[in-house]
């Protein structure tokens, strides 16, 4: 049985069939009939390491892959393997995993795959490239400029710094995909934090002290529940993110660093993972949104007026305090949201039908039902509506986390707590 593989010599690209036990000077003689040149001219590059002409094709995991071969222009000199680990047999993790244990979603699949760690040049980008020494941990991968090498191509490019990438192992293309680098093959069968579980094929390893597991289908769970609740949390390290579940110091401090991850939760849900982590990086660093439901345009308005423009979006002119039309004086005391904060916008244009007065009657007893049970978040920059159903009056807002009082509407202090609680 044949295998395929790309070729790239000449700034030109084919494919070309080989047999997993040729060796790699059988290989080079293959190259060369292809491109009718002398087999003592070839180099082969692969995986950050040029490779010696007894070196047997088996070992290299080829499959799907791009091999590079450049002009030998100083003589032929067998090279020696690389100090260190290969990119074809590495461990990035304590499991003592191989390279066939990496994954990746690739957007060409939309799915998470099994991932190869490659490696280029960071100036010209060419995947002939040497490296000194293989890489033997995770930030020798992912921070740059890190690992240093030797650019092989055949432009002068003579860089010395390598750029580390995973592609998809599932389809020939050298296409730049996600890791995901706490996704692991449960080689041990660690049982789930959350489950308990021991049979769990593929297992994520959260970065607390005592590296806690969870199966892919609680951790899907644990996701989405967190994100339909709002309790994701916005870090200056790691963005918006949740941390390990577990209980021990450090696992509340142990979040999930690359957001790639969440996308184990499917399109629909990784869409409102993003569209959140943008509202809240918004209200962090100090901006507010358009209160018109069907605007929601986040703006960056200046703090010394009360008058907020959505400049960039519908145009409304409202007050930054209440959210409501812009007015003078003192915003009213339980500044609810209702209809009456489109009131002198576009819809005033439409003329009124019998439909929309049965509709204004409902929106009405709406807007009546909301100022009973309802007050506004006092964080001035969130104003999200809140509902009291039953309990303490100890306020804590869904959307931006601030603790306040139901009763006095401040933040929740020892007074509070000693005269309001359960009042």
């Not at 934090?193 to 005592?210: E, G, H, R, S």
């Amino acid at each position: 049985m044949s295998y395929y593989v790309t070729v790239k010599f000449d700034n030109k690209s084919f494919s070309l069939p080989f047999r997993p036990t040729w060796t790699v000077a059988r290989f080079k003689e293959s190259i060369a009939r292809n491109r009718n040149v002398s087999p003592g001219q070839i180099r082969i590059i692969f995986a950050g390491e040029e490779l010696p002409n007894h070196f047997t094709l088996q070992n290299c995991q080829l499959n799907h892959s791009v091999v590079h071969a450049v002009r030998n222009e100083n003589g032929y000199q067998d090279p020696t393997l690389i100090e260190g680990n290969s990119l074809t047999n590495i461990s990035l993790s304590h499991y003592n995993e191989t390279q066939s244990s990496f994954f990746v979603f690739c957007k060409h699949c939309n799915k998470v795959t099994r991932g190869k760690l490659r490696c280029k040049c960071s100036r010209c980008g060419q995947g002939s490239f040497i490296l000194l020494q293989g890489p033997s941990c995770w930030d020798d991968v992912l921070i740059k400029e890190r690992m240093s090498g030797r650019c092989q191509s055949n432009n002068d490019c003579h860089n010395t710094i390598a750029k580390f990438y995973f592609k998809c192992g599932e389809h020939q293309s050298e296409d730049e995909q996600s890791p995901l680098p706490m996704l692991k093959a449960n080689t041990r069968n660690i049982p789930c934090i959350i489950c308990d579980t021991d049979n769990a094929d593929l297992v994520l390893v959260f970065p607390c002290q005592i590296q806690h597991t969870i199966c892919v289908d609680c951790f899907v769970r644990y996701c989405s529940v967190y994100l339909n609740e709002r309790r994701f949390i916005q870090t200056e390290e790691h963005g918006y993110s949740i941390a390990c579940p577990g209980n021990f110091d450090d696992c509340q401090t142990a979040f999930i660093k690359d957001p790639h991850h969440f996308r184990l939760m499917g399109d629909d849900q990784y869409e409102r993972y993003q569209r959140f982590a943008a509202e809240e990086f918004l209200r962090s660093e100090g901006g507010i949104f358009c209160p018109r439901p069907d605007c929601g345009q986040g703006i960056f308005a200046s703090t010394a007026t009360r008058r907020v423009v959505c400049e960039y979006g519908c145009g409304l002119v409202f007050c930054r305090l209440c959210l409501r039309n812009y007015h003078e004086g003192e915003c009213p005391v339980d500044d609810v949201i209702g209809a009456t904060a489109l009131e002198n916008t576009e819809l005033d244009r439409f003329q009124v039908t019998e439909f929309s007065n049965e509709r204004a009657i409902w929106n009405e007893q709406s807007e009546q039902q909301i100022q009973r049970t309802t007050k506004r978040c006092p964080n001035i920059n969130c104003k999200a509506p809140t509902e009291k159903n039953g309990g303490c009056n100890h306020m804590t807002c869904f959307i931006c986390r601030f603790e306040w009082c139901w009763i006095c509407r401040t933040p929740w202090g020892p007074e509070c707590q000693s005269n309001h609680w359960f009042q």
